[in-house]
DNA sequence: GTTAGCACTCGTTTAGGTGGAGTGCTAATC
DNA sequence: GATTAGCACTCCACCTAAACGAGTGCTAAC
């Protein structure tokens, strides 16, 4: 059987209409509901085949038809397009720039879940791209050295050596030209364990200690970022009562609040051939306690190759649209505050 | 009326019975309950003397009864006995001592969570009281300056400061010094105008740059630390039926994930007289979404006078007893491993 | 002062009944 | 052949009434 002009149109309307009431579609809604001009006898014929090819279901006999994944699928892959659209909060709130990278991920998660309905989730930029820009040890204590990275995109690390033995000024100082000289410019990817043995040569004499030095700060700058990953709106999931039973929404709130699960939605592979944004439906999520949600992603990126990405999950039946072209327009948003102020 | 052994023996059971089944208690359980040897019908008696003093509640005509928030917090302030308790998982975990606060945290209040099968909350320890023990500006880039500044308990802080002006070595040199002489030794809260304008007059002659970067080093050290709240086991509400139903989850799942009101939990003022718990029943806790919960709160220490507070949410019914034991257990095992790493 | 007993209350559960939305099928119509 | 009107049927959602039972307050006897 074939999906031809008319299905599509009765599918798109079952959908769209599910979409609002959250409640299954019946035949005479359809007949009404669409300028299609048919009776509802036709359409329930039509959604009769709509059924048996996948793409409705219907939760008992005599009762109207819901869309399946597979609906939802060609539903977003055909009939989404994108719109642009204006998230007034959301410039604003972007424009009053914040110097804490984790204040501002915070807050556009909030003002994205209140504005979706949404529950959303965000993950900080990775810089593993990024470059080294500057290095400084400095001595804070007997015993204790404080070594300081500076990556492009102005990210700190720092971190805090406990050496054995005294280091002298001149020692210190030396070190400091040394790391510099060898590691400014280079990504955090590119250092690896021959430059650092290199280093080691070079460094010469205290090669004990200063060696020590070195692997700390090739491990500083090396260190796994946290798992930084903010979410807002949780709660909303109650809007949705296909979501909102205990035991959903009990592993849901987990989900959300433990975040482990959310890095296999938010780092995925970003396939940069695409616009970015994904679209997962029920069980083409990774996380099983989205089987019945949708989540839509999309990929940011803040100018200088720093890469994160931005979640939403609602019910199945979200407003696909209004999603995507709020993403969309955060995206564009994010990209040009961060090439204002970069 | 007086509360007589009689009376308090039966309070107790009361209460005692419905923290194991969450539902309304009868007379006649507690007349076999007890060792009493009294009636059901005496037992209803002094149940109606009780209910008329305010210990405990009838939800309607003929259901048993359950404790008030006055009979609550009677059975906790006079039957909680502390009791010292293993728990062995957490004594484990801190005992591999983690580097990053961040995370030790965060796992404290995971664990704390499916100890107790409550919702738990972790604020970072404050650094209000603690000593600058070091401060450096260095030149990154052009008119981009890395001020970092090492407090006691090693707490790092830095920011990017970017000047309008060209500073020279020279200046950077001369400024690092007066600001180590002035400002090393000083605990964050004696920082004060009077002083940063006395080490502007000392900077002489650049003073306008100079003076720029010295309020900003001093805004940078005085700058409110972000509230970092750590929490788990959210969805632990959902083990009482008390708790789970739409409403009250959503707002408490909020209260959780939005975090600011659980700064009035665990940024009380520190009643350092007692042994640093605190609990909250029902109404008595500042957040309203949890005037169906009590709140227990225990104020740690990390050695050098840095102070946070651990907090546990759970129905009124709560295991008093254990929840106090564990966080007591816990304080002192945090006091320990921060004694012997710090 | 304590207890047994009883009438009473009131929420909870169960069963039955009804209405309505929606279907599938068939026969008539275009 | 496609469309439609009509009808019997299904099944859920909702309502009501009845039965249940846990627990009470009160009274009278011990």
Redesign the pocket.
């Known amino acids: 059987m074939e999906l031809d002009e008319r299905k599509t149109k009765i599918l798109q309307a079952v959908i769209r209409n599910y979409l609002e009431t959250g409640?299954?579609?019946?035949?005479?809604?359809i007949s009404k509901y669409t300028d299609l001009?048919?009776?509802?006898?036709?359409i329930?014929?039509e959604?009769?085949d709509l059924?048996e090819m996948g793409y409705i279901l219907?939760?008992?006999?005599?009762?109207?038809?819901t869309p399946s994944d597979k609906g939802y699928r060609f539903y977003v892959d055909t009939m989404m397009e994108a719109k642009e659209r204006e998230v007034v909060e959301m410039k604003e709130m972007l424009l009053e720039r914040q110097d804490k990278m984790e204040q501002v991920l915070q807050r556009v998660a909030k003002v994205l879940a209140q504005n979706t309905q949404y529950a959303t989730m965000i993950s900080a930029p990775k810089m593993a791209g990024n470059k080294v820009k500057f290095v400084q040890l400095s001595r804070v204590d007997e015993g204790q050295i404080l070594a300081v990275i500076v990556v492009e995109g102005n990210v700190i690390k720092n971190n805090i050596l406990t050496v054995r033995e005294e280091l002298s000024d001149e020692t210190l100082l030396k070190l400091n030209l040394l790391l510099n000289t060898n590691l400014t410019g280079l990504s955090i990817s590119e250092i690896n364990l021959g430059m650092i043995s290199a280093m080691k040569q070079q460094a010469g004499i205290h090669s004990d200690i200063v060696g020590e030095v070195i692997d700390a700060v090739a491990d500083a700058i090396k260190a796994e970022e946290d798992l930084e990953i903010y979410t807002s709106g949780t709660n909303n999931i109650f809007r949705y009562p296909e979501l909102a039973d205990q035991e959903k929404a009990s592993e849901l709130i987990n989900t959300f609040e433990e975040k482990e699960q959310l890095e296999n939605l938010l780092n995925q592979d970003f396939d940069s051939d695409n616009t970015g944004i994904q679209v997962y439906i029920g069980n083409e999520s990774p996380v099983s306690s989205m089987r019945d949600c949708s989540v839509v992603t999309a990929t940011y990126e803040l100018g200088d190759g720093m890469r994160g990405t931005i979640g939403i999950v609602g019910p199945k039946r979200m407003d696909y649209d209004k999603v995507v072209g709020t993403l969309k327009t955060l995206q564009s948003k994010l990209d040009e505050i961060y090439k204002d102020h970069g």
């Open positions: 409640e299954p579609v019946g035949s005479r809604t001009n048919l009776s509802s006898a036709t329930r014929n959604m009769a059924e219907q939760p008992h006999t005599s009762a109207g038809r």
